[in-house]
């Protein structure tokens, strides 16, 4: 590969470059402070930048988001401490999911036959109830099925079924997932 040839091609990061500086100078380093644990003034801050987020969306410090206007999240999402959201494209996180520390989510990587090395970009799709458990990675191009878990340190670079717990590098189907129903008398004690 020659990387002295290598260009962005028609790639482009989506935003001006002065709201990509102020990202980088001013909103980045505010969302992923652990001086400020205020989810509420990340989810502000990460609206003003263009996020599209819901309500009840908890976020914890040291998170990272690269373009907060290719982000949307539903409601009642958590996004745990250190969580990389390397959004080079579209990362879309429906409602009730839950995103644990560590977790790496990359929507670029680079073509290795190419000579010069070129950039490969692709959105992430998490579906509703899902849960992608601490230090997991999902690559690009991946939907993680509605209610699917990535558990402890599994790595995915392919689309994972609905209600499957998948484990190991490259994650792997373990068993379909038993889902609790809650009865009001449940929720209640």
């Given at each position: 590969?020659?990387?002295?040839?290598?260009?962005?091609?028609?790639?482009?990061?989506?935003?001006?470059?002065?709201?990509?500086?102020?990202?980088?100078?001013?909103?980045s380093?505010?969302?992923q402070?652990?001086?400020?644990?205020?989810?509420?003034?990340k989810?502000?801050?990460?609206?003003?930048?263009?996020?599209?987020?819901?309500?009840?969306v908890?976020?914890?410090?040291?998170?990272?988001?690269k373009?907060?206007?290719?982000?949307?999240?539903?409601?009642?999402?958590?996004?745990?401490?250190?969580?990389?959201?390397?959004?080079?494209?579209?990362?879309?996180?429906?409602?009730?999911?839950?995103?644990?520390?560590?977790?790496?989510?990359?929507?670029?990587?680079?073509?290795?036959?190419?000579?010069?090395?070129?950039?490969?970009?692709?959105?992430?799709?998490?579906?509703?109830?899902?849960?992608?458990?601490?230090?997991?990675?999902?690559?690009?191009?991946?939907?993680?099925?509605?209610?699917?878990?990535?558990?402890?340190?599994?790595?995915?670079?392919?689309?994972?079924?609905?209600?499957?717990?998948?484990?190991?590098?490259?994650?792997?189907?373990?068993?379909?997932?038993?889902?609790?129903?809650?009865?009001?008398?449940?929720?209640?004690?």
């Open positions: 590969m020659r990387l002295d040839q290598y260009s962005l091609g028609s790639y482009t990061p989506g935003a001006p470059y002065w709201k990509q500086m102020l990202w980088y100078f001013v909103g380093p505010l969302v402070s652990y001086y400020l644990p205020f989810s509420g003034f989810v502000w801050l990460l609206r003003r930048f263009g996020a599209q987020i819901g309500r009840g908890r976020i914890k410090p040291g998170v990272r988001v373009f907060p206007w290719r982000l949307t999240i539903g409601d009642y999402v958590w996004i745990g401490e250190n969580a990389w959201l390397d959004n080079l494209a579209e990362i879309t996180i429906e409602s009730h999911v839950c995103i644990s520390q560590d977790v790496y989510l990359c929507t670029g990587n680079h073509d290795w036959n190419h000579p010069s090395f070129a950039l490969r970009t692709a959105a992430i799709h998490i579906q509703q109830g899902s849960w992608l458990a601490a230090r997991s990675v999902v690559g690009p191009g991946v939907t993680i099925g509605r209610g699917a878990i990535l558990s402890l340190g599994s790595v995915t670079g392919r689309s994972l079924e609905p209600m499957t717990i998948y484990a190991g590098n490259p994650a792997q189907p373990l068993k379909m997932r038993q889902q609790i129903s809650q009865t009001p008398s449940s929720v209640a004690k």
